[in-house]
């Protein structure tokens, strides 16, 4: 069942699919887009690379993720404690980074093949990250362009929607 639903305190709604499965959520997912209009993140658009992350259920339905990204001086790795809520797909999590707990939602998915993430925070202003991640480093066109619409959708500049080379760093063989 699909409904729509009014998510995360902003004027832009998605379509919840209400039977989303965290369990076939599960495994290792390629982050192979991202759109972000942060001011910090403008000198990171050129050097961006592909991101590996992992994600298991815990046994009261939170979701863990161990993510790994290549950085100048190696591999950087990171966890995180996904809550879930009342809504299936949606989650919030703490950021140490900015010291606030944040929303993410699954907006769409196959399971199989690609997710369409949301994060939301408010921090000075309002921030939104649109990701597209894969079940491997390379997704269909259709793909893209359904992760490009959906960036645009929420406001994204043209520029601030990025799909890095699908080549997958050195460091995560």
């Given at each position: 069942e699909v409904r729509d639903v009014y998510i995360l305190h902003i004027f832009r709604?998605?379509?919840?699919?209400?039977?989303?499965?965290?369990?076939?959520?599960?495994?290792?997912?390629?982050?192979?887009?991202?759109?972000?209009d942060s001011p910090g993140f403008v000198p990171l658009r050129t050097i961006m690379k592909i991101s590996v992350?992992?994600?298991s259920?815990?046994?009261?339905?939170?979701v863990n993720l161990t993510s790994w990204e290549a950085v100048p001086v190696g591999c950087l790795t990171q966890s995180y404690l996904y809550e879930r809520t009342s809504i299936?797909?949606?989650?919030?999590?703490?950021?140490?980074?900015?010291?606030?707990?944040?929303?993410?939602?699954?907006?769409?998915?196959?399971?199989?093949?690609?997710?369409?993430?949301?994060?939301?925070k408010e921090f000075n202003r309002e921030y939104t990250q649109v990701a597209l991640y894969g079940?491997?480093?390379?997704?269909?066109?259709?793909?893209?362009?359904?992760?490009?619409a959906l960036a645009l959708s929420q406001g994204f500049p043209r520029e601030s929607i990025?799909?890095?080379p699908p080549k997958i760093p050195k460091e995560f063989y």
């Open positions: 709604h998605f379509h919840i699919n209400l039977s989303f499965s965290v369990h076939s959520f599960t495994g290792k997912w390629y982050r192979v887009g991202l759109a972000y992350g992992v994600i259920v815990l046994p009261n339905g939170n299936p797909g949606q989650f919030t999590y703490f950021s140490t980074r900015h010291n606030q707990e944040k929303d993410i939602t699954v907006v769409e998915t196959n399971y199989t093949e690609y997710a369409l993430v949301v994060k939301h079940r491997s480093s390379r997704v269909r066109a259709e793909v893209i362009q359904k992760f490009k990025l799909t890095p």
